[in-house]
């Protein structure tokens, strides 16, 4: 079961994300929010970013609002959106900004709940 419950998003530019857990109450108010996803079975929500088109910064939340990382995506990729993936507890698809690489644009990478640190694992189709 998650510690954060009734999670609550507006979009825009400033937006705002809002969660409880337990009795405390969660609020966040950033600049051109784009995505928010709950990953309760790591109790973080995620937040993707920015003022273009595709996000340019994917941050992570504990229960209690505080923040864990920021990260720019991968060096020659743009974020594209949050996902589940089969093989790991939290990811975000990113496309390639400077071609096909393998044989694929749009790439799967996990996501370290720690550090932010991400690893490229599988094509997204």
Not at 57 to 62: C, E, K, Q, V
Not at 64 to 76: D, K, W
Not at 94 to 102: L, P, V, W
Request: proline residues 8%; glycine residues 8%; hydrophobic residues 35%.
């Amino acid at each position: 079961m998650s510690l954060i419950e009734e999670l609550q998003f507006t979009p825009g530019s400033p937006g705002t994300v809002e969660w409880k857990s337990g009795s405390h109450w969660a609020k966040l108010i950033l600049p051109a929010i784009q995505q928010v996803k709950l990953y309760d079975s790591q109790d973080l929500v995620l937040i993707l970013s920015g003022e273009q088109a595709c996000p340019d910064t994917l941050s992570a939340y504990d229960y209690t609002g505080q923040m864990l990382f920021r990260v720019p995506p991968p060096e020659g990729f743009a974020f594209s959106y949050l996902t589940d993936h089969c093989q790991v507890p939290i990811a975000v698809v990113a496309g390639s900004t400077d071609g096909q690489i393998d044989g694929w644009y749009d790439w799967h990478f996990s996501v370290n709940p720690q550090t932010g640190r991400l690893n490229r694992i599988s094509p997204a189709y």
